[in-house]
């Protein structure tokens, strides 16, 4: 199901930016609009594991510069790949479950954030620029032994962009994200994914 509305979502973000491209102005060179795939690392603080998932992202550069608006969505696995044997593992220990299920934990994250990117390099004729980021979003999470809720999550981050040409440029950033399911009704404390996000990718400019 996961993969089905990645791909619906990633398609619409597509669109949009089309229909950017489509409706400029004619003449308007710089075009703030772009797009961009990345793949990420999630580190979770609770359980320790380390895996990793993909996202899109559509940004708008505001006319307040250097703020620019950023619409995302991301997979992220936070857990995959432990056979349960009596109780759970890692991200709810002590809950009882039966033997020979595997945990996992995954979450789509549709998320928006505001974005501060520091030019002075690029004045300097240096193709670097350094950016700070925050935001919010809804984790729509799936744990495979129970059903689980939809939460809020809020995160920070930093990052640079490398612009490899006028159009095309590559980018890391490391964000915290502040994610927590409460108890449903099950015998087990919150289920913390308080998480360490590294990402990478290749960002177009229309």
């Known amino acids: 199901m996961f993969k089905k509305v990645f791909a619906v979502i990633a398609v619409l973000m597509f669109m949009v930016g089309i229909a950017g491209i489509v409706n400029a102005d004619e003449g308007v060179v710089d075009n703030p609009i772009s797009i961009s795939v990345r793949g990420n690392s999630v580190s979770n603080t609770d359980c320790g594991e380390t895996d990793f998932g993909m996202g899109v992202a559509l940004e708008y550069e505001l006319p307040i510069d250097p703020l620019s608006v950023e619409i995302a969505v991301d997979k992220y696995n936070y857990y995959d790949g432990e056979v349960v044997s009596g109780t759970v593992p890692k991200l709810a220990p002590g809950l009882s479950a039966a033997v020979g299920q ?18 002075q390099l690029v004045e300097k004729g240096v193709n670097l620029t350094p950016y700070v980021l925050g935001g919010a979003g809804i984790m729509f999470n799936d744990y495979s032994l129970f059903d689980v809720d939809a939460t809020m999550e809020g995160h920070l981050g930093v990052g640079a962009s490398y612009a490899i040409t006028e159009s095309v440029s590559v980018f890391g950033e490391s964000r915290y994200v502040w994610n927590q399911i409460n108890d449903s009704g099950h015998d087990m404390d919150d289920i913390d994914l308080d998480s360490l996000v590294c990402m990478v990718g290749m960002k177009y400019k229309f």
Request: aromatic residues 12%.
């Open 102 to 119: 595997t945990e996992t934990m995954e979450a789509i994250n549709l998320s928006a954030s505001l974005k501060y990117s520091f030019k």
